[in-house]
């Protein structure tokens, strides 16, 4: 299955980079850095149009989503809540001739990143940090809150993960434009079938009793999975299949989270960041598991490998040609896994350490695609099979 070539999108701690292959997947090539070198939490396109989103932001520069029309060789910013910046320049018009401020009112306020993107059925979504989710019909040009998700019974309860209370997944359904699902680290899973009017909290164990309960804060307790939830993917399919990485563990739901199953036998650990699944084959997932929370957070025996899972998690299986096998402590961030639909089924990640390695085989052997990048905060893949 051939495309014209496949181009994997990369957020970076120093604005958004796209490293592109050809239609073999070889000669890879990096371009950027774009968006004025911000902070890229989260870099999607559709590959209907080529069209490319960049969500961002932080402290200093404040929240906004970046736009490409034309495959990413120029960016349009929509912001959308200010930063330390925007106070700068209001008090030294000096710098704000420099660097082209003006005093325009922004949309929002209340929130300081963009840390996650979904686009799907014409309508483009935004997590925001923190947690809170946005929406834009226009392809990104404005943007409403999704009021239903502010005013959850639950949200005063949401308690931060290490990197704030964040909404860092968005899983839409490919078939139902008002279905979808989203994680927050650290309030767990939320589902909706209405569009976003109402929203039901799904962290439930499929079996209490036999996962236990553990100390840990974000660890399985109460007949629940831990609200931490990392990452999340639906399996493709009819049926509502989804797959997780939370704090404590891999899980899977045959039911579209109202309840979870333990699939952690096999692995070496049950911390790590990101999930991926097969584009066709929801049985074939992959996940890349760090030692743990304080023991450093980089790949077990300082050896990386991503493990496949080619039956829904019931085993599991290391793949390491390729990858470095000593002296190894980069870590691998929740959106930092991607992967592309050709045939066999192409697998990226990207590393804190700048590199971003790519497996053409599904996983069999891997090779570094790009070095010495900025630090990798996200991988998404755009081909066109």
Partial sequence: MASDNVTVLVGTTKGGFLVSG??????WSVQGPFCDGWPINHIVGDPDTGRLWAGDGGDWNGAGVWRSEDGGKTWE??????GQVDDWAANDPDFAAMIGW???????????????????HGTLY??????GLLKSTDHGRTWEKVEGLTNHPSADSWNPGAAGLVLHTIVSDP????KFWIGISAAGVFATEDGGETWDRRNRLSNAEACGHHDHPAAPANGETGHCVHNMMRAPGDGDVLYQQNHHGVWRSSDGGRSWDDINAG?????????RVHPRDPDTIWTLP????????????AAAAVWRSRDGGQSWQDMR?????????????RQAMGGDRQDPAGVYFGTNSGSVFGSFDEGDSWHEIARHLPTVLAVEVLDRV
């Fill in 77 to 82: 910013l929509a912001k959308l809540t200010k």
């Fill in 22 to 27: 050809d239609a073999q997947r070889d000669n």
């Fill in 175 to 178: 078939k139902d434009p008002k």
């Fill in 290 to 301: 760090l030692n743990g929370d304080s023991a450093g957070r980089y790949p077990p025996d």
């Fill in 126 to 131: 935004a997590g925001t940090k923190p947690a």
């Fill in 321 to 333: 040609d390729g990858l470095p096998q000593q002296s190894c402590f980069f870590t691998v961030l």
């Fill in 267 to 275: 692995l070496p650990s049950t911390f790590g960041f990101p999930i």
């Fill in 102 to 120: 003006t005093d325009d009112p922004l949309p929002f306020e209340g929130f300081s990143q963009i840390w996650s993107l979904g686009y799907a």
